[in-house]
């Protein structure tokens, strides 16, 4: 690093990084500093430049926190930054662009040593080196007799690190000299708390968020979650000259020249053309995406505990109390009006809405949605409300048709955010009354010609999906929670496609007849360990068979089937019997299907209403002793006869409800998930030996 290099490669040879690893002490006020500040090559944009950078670098970084307790270098370096970042705001008022990018090359120095810190030391020891003094102040110290006491020294230069960050990200503005420093803040953030990756406990809670929770006013922290979900709703790009179509490199390579040229006469940099940045967005660590990744730490990690009492989350609670800019202040509440309790800051919902609908098929704002969704009662609100609710819908059905080629974790996210929605009952309502045109990206059988509905829609994509977890991930969490939506919605299907119709009774036939065969095996497997015959030694194995594979399988597909046959009754106990013709015409062409379910015990009570149904229908055909009819006469004669059914005909059933509810130690699934994340999605590269909280793919 330093004034020479213009590459990675070039640092191997820096005499300013050597001299920052030394072990002379450097004071404050050297020039040293403001040429270390002038390096021009852009930071690691992708996991082999982060290698080689560490490499060239590695044993630098550990000379100098050898060195540090005797030389004070890294204090200084962190005291030079916290003194920078005083004289942002009025540098960015100045358009000072050479200040403010020396600044963020002094912070991405910091964060590079503080990376090789959290994978080589523990937090404890990081943090020391924060506070660590040269010998020349402690000899000052001693001879003024005006010596620091552990207390006063303990934390101070770190705390005032971390509130140096949060004011960053918090108060300066981003534009385009400034987005790479508030890029910068952010990673700079993750890895301070990305000790967490290296330790298998996920409740651990580290020294950073300890200091947060203990040193940062809530009134910080609101505005920290704040600034971090407004970059998201914001999505700004990063930023390129005019001129040129490189973004970063490019403002970076100006910004040097002018450096240069007033520190040295002449600096070659040989002509050679600047690197490429990979242009898909998605790839690119944009302040939109780090600061999503960034919240999601903050929110999902464990709740701090104190004396053994539980305090609350409170990134968490910032985000879970905050809202729309044009909310209400009072609501109604038995003809009087009580006020709202206070905001923890006011955002644009409608610009949310509108980002987290363009970004859903993102595995981060799947997640970040879920966490609004479950914990923000007005963000579910004005959700609900919200008109063109398939924006929302279509791309979390798009994640669970692709369920095959997605993250496991990602298609149970979608999952349970769609759950969440189904516990709405104006949303089951009114996802039947939104036409679908077409959705290309469903091939399993071209939807067009009109009648497809989004309620149509959702229903082909459960089924789907329970079968393709039947087949391929045997999860009982993710077809047990398609089911439940499926549930939610039964009693509103209305006016539902043909094809999503005999797609259910599709689904009954397959659980019939896979049933069918589990049973033959689980009688062939008893009788082979009944049979005298058999040797002792393989009786034993199939009796082990019999728990472990085919008995445990036959359970599974039996209470599929039950919840299945739950929602088929549930259809034709209320309003839906009237308004689904079709599902009427598949349920009477599935007559094999139910004759093959009436074998088994365990489905007697909810087939009543169906062989009820299926008499009633024998019983008016053969009054009309009609020999043929066409498929428009069938549906027409259906129309009549549902109407003339008596109520009383068919047993009524409790209304199918379900609700989403968290585990009782949920950081035992999304910090592992959230860290996962980060881990491949930060563009910031971890040591994968040393990651013990999750197992990271090479």
Known sequence: ????????????????????????TVSEHDPFWNQLFSFTFRPPMDRDEAIKLEQITEAWCRMLFENNQRTGTFSTLVKLFLSRSGELIQSVDCENKIFVWQTQNALFIIRHLCK?????????KIVEQFEARSLEERKAELASSDVLTSLDVEKVCFVQFIEALVDVIINLPVIDFTYQLHVEAINMFLVLLSPQIFISNPSHLGVVSQTIASHIPQVK??????????????????????????????????????????????????????????????LLPTIGRQSCLLSLALCMQCSPHQDG??????????????????????????????????????????????????????????????????????????????????????PLLKVLYAAPMQNSHHVYMALI?????????????????????????????????????????IILVLIRTVQFNMSQMRDQYLHTNCLA??????????????????????????????????????????????????????????????????????????????????????????NALRNNANLIYSLLQSRTTFEKLASFDHFQDLLQNIHTLLQIFDDRLEQMNEPTMTVEEVHEFIGEVV???????????????????????????FVPYVWNLIYHKSGVFWNPGCVQLFTPLH
């Open 1 to 24: 690093m330093g004034i020479n290099c213009s590459s990675i490669s070039s640092v191997r040879d820096s005499e300013y990084a050597a001299k920052l690893s030394g072990k002379e």
């Open 116 to 124: 090789f810190g959290v994978e080589n030391m523990s937090e404890e």
């Open 221 to 282: 922290i609101n505005l920290l979650m704040r600034a971090l979900l407004q970059n998201f709703i914001e999505r700004k790009p990063i930023p390129t000259i005019e001129g040129d179509s490189k973004p970063t490199e490019s403002l970076v390579i100006g910004l040097a020249s002018a450096v240069v040229s007033g520190l040295k006469s002449a600096i070659t940099f040989g002509g050679a053309p600047v690197v490429a940045v990979v242009e898909e967005k998605d």
């Open 309 to 394: 009492t539980a305090k609350i989350n409170t990134f968490q609670e910032s985000l879970r109390l905050f809202r729309h800019v044009q909310g209400p202040q009072f609501v109604r509440n038995n003809g009087t009006n009580t006020k709202v309790p206070s905001a923890s800051f006011h955002i644009n919902l409608s610009r949310l809405y509108a980002t987290v609908c363009d970004e859903l098929t993102s595995e981060l704002t799947t997640l970040l949605l879920y966490n609004l969704l479950h914990q923000n009662t007005d963000v579910r609100a004005f959700i609900l409300s919200k008109t063109d609710v398939e924006s929302l819908v279509l």
């Open 417 to 457: 955010v769609l759950l969440i929605l189904t516990e709405d009952n104006h949303f089951n309502k009114s996802v039947h009354e939104v036409p679908i045109e077409e959705a290309r990206w469903y091939t399993d059988r071209q939807l067009t010609g009109g009648g497809v509905s989004l309620g149509d829609l």
């Open 485 to 574: 939506a499926l549930a939610n919605m039964s009693s509103y299907f209305k006016r539902l496609h043909h094809y999503a119709a005999q797609r259910i009774f599709q689904m009954l036939s397959m659980l019939a007849s896979k049933m069918q065969k589990l049973h033959i095996k689980h009688k062939e497997m008893q009788l082979a360990a009944s049979n005298p015959t058999t040797p002792e030694a393989c009786q034993h194995e199939v009796h082990l068979d019999m728990e472990s594979s085919s008995s445990m399988d036959l359970g599974v597909v039996q209470d599929i089937t039950r919840m299945l046959l739950e929602i088929v009754n549930s259809c034709l106990t209320g």
């Open 643 to 669: 109407v003339q059914i008596p109520s009383h005909r068919l047993k009524k059933y409790p209304e199918l409800k379900f609700r989403y509810v968290e585990e009782e130690r949920p950081e035992e699934f």
